[in-house]
């Protein structure tokens, strides 16, 4: 019961601080269609009307709807650790009677639900400002997203452990979106090795499903199994990380300051 009531919580202040900060949501939305519009156009303009490369406009559209996915998932743990050190109020979220692990979980959950909402009403900007109409198959689509994520929160989770013993640490989270861009855009088909990072073969599936129109019933299973080993792989090494860096932070006093 006291987990459904944190979780009731949790939720319940996502949305209180959203619409408080309504501005800044809208700002964060609009700059991200801007850097979009950049993007689409730009490459839009260099390709002309080369045989094909329709396809390479509907993979930017969806790759960059997997960037926004995956910037808000590793970023958004990290810096409200940051935030709530600075605010003073880290030790008090430790001292929950359910733990800091459910907390942070249950964060995560909060955090991604309002995350899909925000990248519904982006993609259908992308779709209808570019006219690249791609298929939505919610019922593959949203495990499919859930498994690529996953291992994006694992990073986030190790970026938050970061931010627990080092405190500063926007700089470095603002280098790590270059890696974002370059596991999305990483040539799996090509070089299968690939497959083995982080997001690059969630983001394949994806564009199958989106792109090409298939069902998550006609991926081959191998490619879902593989999808499932991996995001659990990357989230287990990330929470490994981040309770280790915790046991840092603990024994050198650093939780109630900043």
């Known amino acids: 019961m006291r987990y459904l009531v944190l979780l009731k919580a949790i939720l319940k202040q996502e949305f209180i ?51 926004t996915f995956a910037a808000f998932a590793y970023t958004e743990f990290a810096l409200k ?13 430790y001292m929950s009677p359910v733990g800091f692990t459910w907390v942070s979980l249950f964060r995560i959950v909060s955090s991604f639900w309002f995350h899909l909402t ?10 209808a400002t570019t006219g690249r109409w791609l298929h939505l198959d919610v019922v593959s689509l949203l495990p499919l997203i859930l498994l690529t994520l996953a291992g994006v929160y694992g990073i986030g989770f190790a970026i938050g452990g970061l931010a627990l013993v080092f405190k500063r640490i926007e700089s470095f989270v603002q280098i790590f979106q270059f890696a974002i861009v370059g596991l999305i855009a990483a040539p799996v088909d090509r070089f299968p090795v690939l497959r083995y990072l982080p997001l690059a073969e969630g983001n394949r599936l994806i564009r199958r499903v989106m792109a090409e129109e298939l069902s998550i019933f006609e991926l081959p299973a191998t490619d879902l199994l593989f999808l499932l080993a991996n995001s659990a792989v990357y989230f287990g090494l990330g929470f490994l990380a981040f309770k280790l860096l915790e046991n840092v932070a603990r024994d050198r006093g650093l939780l109630g300051h900043y």
């Open 118 to 127: 925000f990248n519904i009403v982006f993609l259908i900007l992308m779709m």
């Open 17 to 67: 601080l959203r619409r408080r900060y309504l501005f800044n949501t809208i700002a964060a939305l609009s700059t991200m269609f801007m850097l979009f519009l950049f993007i689409f156009f730009g490459a839009r303009a260099l390709g002309g009307g080369a045989p094909g490369f329709g396809d390479t406009l509907d993979a930017i559209v969806v790759g960059f709807l997997v960037f």
């Open 81 to 93: 650790m940051v935030r709530e050190a600075q605010e003073g109020t880290l030790e008090q979220l």
